[in-house]
């Protein structure tokens, strides 16, 4: 059975202090990697995939790398609008259901002016 | 582009009425649709799997007569939670995927459902 973990479940940062959310997983074979991004009340905005260890991907103040065993989102300089729940999840080859997200608990991170 | 949207974005009913949630790829055609409920601070999840013309998969623990699903084309599925009652007021999105998108889900708005 696939599993994630994210920590911390909630982060408070100040305006322009940079800092790394944790996501831990382990899956029968990793077919991609997800970050997601919600807004309360809204449904999840994709941030990011990934396929392989190694990989890295940027957008805007965010940067998602991705190990064997975890992947960590970076946030540089974060911004009060940053703040939301971010949201990992992985999808694996195993399973009846193809394309299936497993998602974590989500890190809330409130970022302070 | 892949755009998913959702409607309505809320509804209250009274108990035993049914009501339906439409799912929408707007700018994409979905082979495969999710449906996912999620709690007051919790993560999403996953209700059921629906392949375009095929009958959903539905995980274990949801029943399949309660919340009827039907993936009617490419671009068009829907959630029944019939005979509805106060225990299935939640916020129900659905995500959709296509070959073409690498198979990443992308997620409509949500529906806030309130059962009275």
């Known amino acids: 059975e696939d599993q994630v973990t994210q920590s911390p479940e909630a982060l408070r940062l100040q305006e322009g202090e940079s800092s790394s959310l944790n996501c831990s997983y382990t899956?029968?074979?990793?077919?991609?990697l997800f970050w997601y991004r919600q807004d309360p009340g809204k449904g999840p905005e994709f941030l990011f995939t990934?396929?392989?260890a190694g990989e890295e991907k940027e957008k805007e103040r965010l940067k998602a790398t991705l190990t064997k065993k975890e992947s960590f989102l970076h946030i540089t300089a974060p911004k009060p609008e940053d703040s939301a729940t971010y949201l990992c999840?992985?999808?694996?080859?195993?399973?009846?259901?193809?394309?299936?997200?497993?998602f974590g608990k989500g890190t809330k991170l409130s970022v302070i002016p | 582009g892949a755009v998913v949207s959702q409607h309505p974005s809320w509804v209250i009913c009274k108990s035993g009425t049914s009501v339906k949630i439409e799912c929408r790829s707007l700018d994409f055609q979905a082979t495969t649709m999710f449906w996912y409920r999620q709690f007051p601070k919790q993560s999403l999840m996953l209700m059921a799997t629906?392949?375009?013309?095929?009958?959903?998969?539905?995980e274990q623990g949801v029943e399949k007569d309660k919340f009827l699903i039907n993936h009617a084309s490419l671009t068009l599925s829907t959630l029944t939670v019939t005979s509805a009652h106060p225990e299935d007021s939640s916020f129900y999105i659905c995500?959709?995927?296509?070959?073409?998108?690498?198979?990443?889900?992308?997620f409509g708005p949500g529906t806030r459902l309130l059962v009275l």
């Open positions: 990934l396929y392989s």
């Open positions: 899956v029968s074979g990793l077919r991609g």
């Open positions: 995500s959709a995927s296509g070959t073409d998108l690498q198979e990443t889900q992308y």
């Open positions: 629906s392949n375009e013309g095929s009958k959903a998969t539905y």
């Open positions: 999840a992985v999808q694996g080859y195993s399973g009846a259901g193809s394309y299936q997200l497993t």
